[in-house]
């Protein structure tokens, strides 16, 4: 079961046009630490992937819908077809580093990246944010509370500015509100709720 603040940047990505995996497990022999040596079995966040024609007729009509923050990021790169892998924290005032034993497995599983540059791009995600080869953009991001420190080598991007966008969203296109009983998610039926019969 998801906490709030991953059920804030699930529905933050999948807005922005984005096709998610939720908790997927990397497993002891996939995780690899700076050793070499096998690490514990681990569950990231969420991976996803945009093609570069996502559109929605009652959503993302154009790039205005999108996240400024967030296309800045990955509009700098040029690419057709972007993938994420992001780390969510909900605790305030978190502070840490994030083990990027798990990565290698993320990438595979994501499936975007040849074979031949994998060992590239898994080495240049150990150091940064982001790696970009032949129109294919694969970035770490880092969505926590506004009072956390984000971690070496991941784009920050706050939960609240993700509630903000997703509050915006909805604004935007109160045909979504009329729906709101039709999502499976009780956290985005109430902001579709909320706003209803805040409009009245």
Same mark, same amino acid.
């Given at each position: 079961?998801?906490?709030?603040?991953?059920?804030?940047?699930?529905?933050?990505?999948?807005?922005?046009?984005?096709?998610?995996?939720?908790?997927? #497990?990397?497993?002891?022999?996939?995780?690899?630490?700076?050793?070499?040596?096998?690490?514990?079995?681990? %569950?990231? *966040?969420?991976?996803?992937?945009?093609?570069?024609?996502?559109?929605?007729?009652?959503? !993302?009509? /154009?790039? /205005? *819908?999108?996240?400024?923050?967030?296309?800045?990021?990955?509009?700098?790169? $040029?690419?057709?077809?972007?993938?994420?892998?992001?780390? #969510?924290?909900?605790?305030?005032?978190?502070?840490?580093?994030? /083990?990027?034993?798990?990565?290698? /497995?993320? #990438?595979?599983?994501?499936?975007? !990246?040849? *074979?031949?540059?994998?060992?590239?791009?898994? @080495?240049?995600?150990?150091?940064?944010?982001?790696?970009?080869?032949?129109?294919?953009?694969?970035?770490?991001?880092?969505?926590?509370?506004?009072?956390?420190?984000?971690? %070496?080598?991941?784009?920050?991007?706050?939960?609240?500015?993700?509630?903000?966008? #997703?509050?915006?969203? @909805?604004?935007?296109?109160?045909?979504?509100?009329?729906?709101?009983?039709?999502? %499976?998610?009780?956290?985005?039926?109430? @902001? @579709?709720?909320?706003?209803?019969? $805040?409009?009245?």
């Amino acid at each position: 079961m998801k906490n709030f603040a991953e059920e804030i940047a699930y529905w933050y990505f999948r807005l922005n046009g984005f096709f998610l995996i939720e908790n997927y #497990v990397s497993h002891h022999s996939e995780n690899l630490s700076g050793t070499g040596q096998r690490t514990n079995h681990a %569950d990231n *966040d969420l991976l996803g992937i945009r093609p570069s024609n996502v559109k929605e007729g009652v959503g !993302i009509r /154009s790039n /205005s *819908d999108l996240c400024e923050r967030l296309e800045q990021l990955l509009n700098g790169s $040029n690419c057709t077809l972007i993938g994420i892998i992001c780390e #969510v924290k909900g605790a305030e005032n978190w502070a840490g580093q994030i /083990s990027g034993s798990r990565l290698p /497995s993320c #990438v595979r599983r994501l499936g975007i !990246i040849a *074979d031949d540059i994998l060992r590239e791009c898994e @080495l240049a995600l150990g150091e940064t944010h982001l790696f970009n080869f032949n129109g294919v953009g694969l970035y770490k991001i880092f969505a926590g509370m506004a009072s956390s420190t984000p971690p %070496d080598g991941w784009f920050p991007i706050t939960i609240e500015q993700m509630l903000a966008f #997703v509050e915006t969203r @909805l604004a935007n296109y109160d045909e979504k509100t009329r729906a709101w009983n039709h999502y %499976d998610s009780p956290l985005m039926q109430y @902001l @579709l709720y909320r706003h209803r019969q $805040n409009s009245r």
